[in-house]
């Protein structure tokens, strides 16, 4: 009983966190980055980051900061791997003068969570290159994996889950990479590919929100493992679901009608 009240409370606290920064929707972002492959780096130094992708939630708009752009700009297009760390420090000094600018907004992002994959990892990588990184509060800081576990329990029981959970709601996968893929598109120097596929998740990510909002979101969870066999349980899962609420009241407006019946019988 304890658990699964602590549970319904997780599931309670996260989606009215979720709500209330949706609400807000004018100070909130969704962030996603693509960087070098963890495993092919002999050398013991950080990966390099690529390209990170910042997706204003009220209005779609995203923003992106790339290698390849920057490489652009400055005549490099043809000899990026002779430039790496320039090229990759002008695109972080872009992305901080940025974050500078949002410090204070809602930033959602996928697993962003430490040095291996994350904030920390990108405010590393620009400090090794001689930035000063402007750093975002963890209070404004939204991962929305963790969320989800707190919401569904096991939201997708294979591996990858966030590729799997992709699928499972029918999301166009186009110009998605999975991690093995991108960390391929680095090796082969595909930066436009990794670019695309960090615009694509940053998208992907503003869907499943949504969805989540919407109560729509398509998960392996079962109602009992969402909810628990409890009365609590049983109430919040009435009071979520209209299709439920219909339920009950279509089977009290037929028992009410035996009852009445039974009565009128017994009365003539």
Known sequence: MANAKYRIKRRKNALKELNELVERHSNLLIIHYSCESFYNIKDGRTPRITSIAVRYFNTGQTIS??????????????????????????????????????INFKWIHWNMR???FGFEA????????????????DNNKYDLARKMVDIYGTYIKEHPRFEKLIEKNNITKKDFLSGAAEAEAFENKEFVKLHQSTLRKVDILH???????????????????????????LYELMKENWGYNLLIFLLGAVLSGVVGYIITFLLM
């Open 65 to 102: 900061f790339s290698i390849h752009k920057v490489a652009e700009k400055q005549g490099k297009l043809n000899s990026i791997e002779d430039h790496y760390n320039e090229l990759e420090k002008s695109m972080l000094d872009e992305f901080y003068q940025f974050v500078s600018t949002h």
């Open 114 to 116: 430490d040095i291996n």
């Open 122 to 137: 990108i405010n590393h990588r620009y400090s090794v290159l001689g930035g000063t990184p402007s750093i975002i509060h």
């Open 207 to 233: 869907i499943i929100v949504e969805r989540i909002i919407e109560n729509n979101l398509e998960t392996d969870a079962t109602l009992r493992e969402i909810y628990g066999f409890t009365p609590q349980g």
